[in-house]
């Protein structure tokens, strides 16, 4: 029953296709279905970034691809800082019009709350979005699955599930193993670090020129600062180093951070010329003197700070 009324859907997609395509197929009189298919040929795809990208500022990741009608998956992976894991496939205008037109039941939606206008496209993006990449071969198959009904008004679906597959290969090769990863369908990168783009043809008879491309994000400086949440007094005893507060204080632009990544190194001094120093990053509760050295990581970036006490016996 599933499928007959799947099946009427797609067919009322194809009409809506039909209907638009000054729209999807630059003005051609081809049906919609055809508006992926092109004739072999040698394709050249051009990834962009924006330059001098900061946290917390818009990062704006651009493909441009010659010919113009040119479609592709593009791929952009994290690989350092804290953008390490990350993975989005970032889909052409045309392509991502055409799984719009495609309607589904809303009983497929994730979301109860948010069924109008549940289409092919909103499907694809609640079973990738958040998911590890592994989610590709499911996205895959269930596009397969959907294509026993789909294909024969949609061809085009076959040229994205290839693609999907390629985006894949391309992730396991510049990705390292056992990685904890996130992917996501159109998003922009957000988080500080270093980035590596590429991109897949969808008409598999192409012959891609178009190389890769590395980028950062640098990590936020201006308006960070950190400062200690307790001056520690000259000397404590053991007790009170127990319940003595040793964190430090981030702040962004005036507002305090919650949970800073922030991380904490004593080095308790050692005899004769420092012999027998020991540096750990617990705070410490045994006699001695130490120095303290705050250092924010994450996404933010400021001097670091230091302070020097002792604990009595």
């Given at each position: 029953m599933l499928r007959k009324r799947i099946a009427a859907l797609a067919l009322a997609a194809v009409m809506a296709?039909?209907?638009?395509?000054p729209a999807l197929a630059a003005g051609t009189s081809e049906p919609a279905a055809q508006t992926l298919a092109m004739d072999n040929a040698l394709v050249s795809i051009r990834i962009e970034a924006t330059d001098n990208a900061v946290y917390g500022s818009p990062v704006n990741v651009t493909i441009r691809a010659t010919p113009e009608d040119t479609q592709f998956i593009a791929v952009v992976l994290g690989l350092g800082g804290e953008a390490k894991g990350f993975v989005t496939l970032l889909l052409p205008e045309?392509?991502?019009i055409l799984l719009e037109l495609i309607p589904l039941p809303a009983s497929m939606s994730a979301d109860p709350a948010n069924t109008t206008n549940f289409n092919l496209y909103r499907y694809l993006k609640q079973l990738i979005d958040g998911n590890d990449v592994s989610v590709l071969i499911r996205v895959a198959e269930e596009?397969?699955?959907l294509?026993?009904?789909?294909?024969?008004?949609?061809p085009a679906l076959q040229n994205v599930v290839s693609g999907m597959n390629d985006a894949l290969t391309l992730i396991r090769k510049y990705?390292?193993?056992d990685l904890v990863t996130h992917i996501y369908l159109d998003e922009q990168p957000v988080d500080s670090g270093s980035y590596v783009a590429g991109a897949v043809t969808l008409n598999k008879g192409d012959v891609n020129t178009g190389g890769l491309a590395l980028f950062k994000v640098a990590r936020?400086?201006?308006?960070?600062?950190?400062?200690w949440t307790q001056q520690t007094p000259a000397s404590m005893t053991?007790?009170?180093a127990k319940n003595f507060n040793f964190a430090a204080v981030v702040e962004v632009d005036?507002?305090?951070l919650d949970n800073p990544k922030v991380t904490y190194t004593y080095k308790k001094k050692g005899g004769f010329l420092g012999l027998g120093s020991t540096t750990t990053s617990e705070p410490p509760t045994e006699p001695g003197e130490y120095t303290q050295t705050a250092v924010v990581g994450g996404n933010y970036q400021t001097a670091n700070i230091s302070r020097s006490f002792t604990i009595t016996g």
């Open positions: 296709c039909t209907a638009a395509v045309k392509v991502r596009l397969t699955s294509m026993a009904v789909l294909q024969y008004y949609v990705l390292p193993e936020k400086s201006e308006g960070v600062r950190q400062y053991v007790e009170e005036g507002a305090i």
